[in-house]
T-cell receptor, first 112, second 114 residues
């Protein structure tokens, strides 16, 4: 089955420190991987995607993600966290039939 | 483009009443999805449409739920009769037909059934 896993329900990081939100995938064939962010009382917003090409993908708000085929991972990263980055983050894989399978989400809290 | 538009933003209703949620996808998007989000179950895909045709409704919880897409610019999700366990945030999302693109989500409808 094609899926993604987010092993951490909650990540806390101090403002200014680098942050990582983890995601691993299980996909047959070439994966189409995405990250979304959800702020309180809002819908999910697209951050970045990996389709093909460079393993390091840059996205919105200074976020980036590294596709690692050998480790089947697609971790979200940011060099310096902001308090405004506090939100819920979802990793997703595009399945056949144009469906997405979303991970369970990771709540990121950036501590001032 | 105004994005994916959902209405109402909030709905409070009594158990047993009919509830209708509405969605206007982005013009030109071939796919439309309905999701439900709860703390316990996370994001659940309820149903999705391609070119106004329902493709997969296996996520619809039970017969009380129904969804329609009468044209390319409008979809509804109906719950009849509603129950307290239906309380959740319901999201609509739309997407172009190619795999390179992600979804665009609406702001959601927060449904509370009392």
């Amino acid at each position: 089955a094609q899926s993604v896993a987010q092993p951490e329900d909650q990540v806390n990081v101090a403002e200014g420190n680098p942050l990582t939100v983890k995601c691993t995938y299980s996909v047959s064939g070439n994966p189409y991987l995405f990250w979304y962010v959800q702020y309180p009382n809002r819908g999910l917003q697209f951050l970045l995607k990996y389709i093909t090409g460079d393993n390091l993908v840059k996205g919105s708000y200074g976020f980036e993600a590294e596709f690692n085929k050998s480790q089947t991972s697609f971790h979200l990263k940011k060099p310096s966290a902001l308090v405004s980055d506090s939100a819920l983050y979802f990793c997703a894989v595009r399945r056949s039939g144009n469906q997405f399978y979303f991970g369970t989400g990771t709540s990121l809290t950036v501590i001032p | 483009d105004a994005g994916v538009i959902q209405s109402p933003r909030h709905e409070v209703t009594e158990m047993g009443q009919e509830v209708t949620l509405r969605c206007k996808p982005i013009s030109g998007h071939d796919y439309l999805f309905w999701y439900r989000q709860t703390m316990m179950r996370g994001l659940e895909l309820l149903i999705y449409f391609n070119n106004n045709v329902p493709i997969d409704d296996s996520g619809m919880p039970e017969d009380r739920f129904s969804a329609k897409m009468p044209n390319a610019s409008f979809s509804t999700l109906k719950i009849q009769p509603s129950e307290p366990r239906d309380s959740a945030v319901y999201f609509c999302a739309s997407s172009p037909g190619t795999k390179n693109y992600g979804y665009t989500f609406g702001s959601g409808t927060r449904l509370t059934v009392v």
